[in-house]
Structure formats: structure tokens, C-alpha cells
């Protein structure tokens, strides 16, 4: 079985209010991803028709503050689907009401992965790809995969070569003491 991206799609809009905010009035980054991660469980449970869990977020870059009054608008849409996970797109965009400025916050990647009703790993539907722009996220999607992969593996204890770092660290604010 297949599905559109478009079934699955989801967007929320919430009133940020100052119970969400930081000391200097700045939404906190905590209470943006608790809905970056709800919207994505939302997204993902409406494409596989399971209760899914997160099990990773790839990298959220914090790119303007939001504050206490402005609308944020979060859109999530599923980019690549595997036998059980998938990646879910957000974008996150804060509207300041009063002068109809919208200005791009962030946007990040979840992993998520469909549970059967014993918890086990679900099959997902795949991904029907009728455009440019899916094949790119989709593409995207599994280069990432493969970035993690080195990543992990290159810092892994029994891999990892202290003497390749030493000389890394001396340009930065860092201290050796072995």
C-alpha cells in the first residue's frame, strides 16, 4: 500500500502566551519542540494509522526568537518511509498578528517509528513520489541516514583514534590535561 504525502499532512497554529515564554519574553525552545514533536506524531500516526514514537530528531537550529503574542504556525509532512519509520518534515513560521510579518523559525526532521498494538515495530504504507520536490526530500532523507551512520560509527569507543583529535582540539577553547 501507498499514500500522497498530502494525506498525511498536518498544520497547527497556536497562540504563544506568556506562560510559554523565558525571562526576556522569548518563547521557550523547550515548548517549541514539545509541539515540533507532537505535529510530528500526529503527521506520522495519520500516514500509518498506528500510535508511533519518536526516535530521533535531526537537528533543530533555533533561527529567530518567538514572542509572547505571535502565532506559530507548524507544518509537518511525511519525506521518506521505510519498512516500520519515517521521516517526518516540520517547518515552524511565527506571524506577528499585528503586522502580518511571517518569518521562518526553524525546521527540523523526526524519525518516527509505527508501534502494532503489542508495541512491536509496524509496517508503514510507502510514499507515493509524484514531484521533484518529494524525490529531493525523499533523496535528502536517505542521505542523511548515511550520514548517521558515519557519524555514529566514526566516535564509536572501539573505533575512535585519540591521536587523529589532539591536534583538532588545540584550536579550540579547550584544555588537555591527559
Same mark, same amino acid.
Not at 106 to 123: E, I, Q
Not at 150 to 165: G, M, Q, T
Given at each position: ?24 519574553? =522569548? ?75 511571517? =518569518? ?44 548517521? =551512520? ?19 582540539? =588545540? ?8
Amino acid at each position: 500500500m501507498f499514500k500522497h504525502p498530502k494525506e498525511s499532512q498536518v498544520t497547527i497554529t497556536e497562540l504563544m502566551l506568556p506562560s510559554h515564554s523565558n525571562f526576556s519574553g =522569548k518563547i521557550h525552545g523547550g515548548h517549541i519542540l514539545n509541539l515540533m514533536d507532537q505535529i510530528a506524531f500526529a503527521c506520522a500516526s495519520k500516514h500509518s494509522r498506528h500510535y508511533c514514537v519518536t526516535a530521533s530528531v535531526n537537528r533543530v537550529d533555533f533561527l529567530n526568537p518567538i514572542e509572547v503574542g505571535e502565532l506559530v504556525t507548524l507544518k509537518a509532512s511525511v519525506n521518506y518511509t521505510g519498512r516500520t519509520s519515517m521521516v517526518v518534515g516540520l517547518r515552524v513560521e511565527a506571524e506577528n498578528i499585528q503586522t502580518g510579518v511571517v =518569518k521562518h523559525c526553524n525546521s527540523s526532521y523526526f524519525t518516527m517509528v509505527a508501534k502494532d498494538d503489542n508495541g512491536k515495530n509496524a509496517k508503514v504504507p510507502g510514499l507515493i513520489i509524484d514531484s521533484v520536490e518529494s524525490v529531493r526530500r525523499f533523496a535528502r532523507s536517505i542521505a542523511r541516514q548515511e550520514q548517521a =551512520k558515519k557519524r555514529s560509527s566514526k566516535f564509536k569507543a572501539s573505533e575512535f583514534e585519540l591521536d587523529d583529535y589532539l591536534d583538532i582540539l =588545540k584550536s579550540q577553547n579547550a584544555k588537555v590535561t591527559l
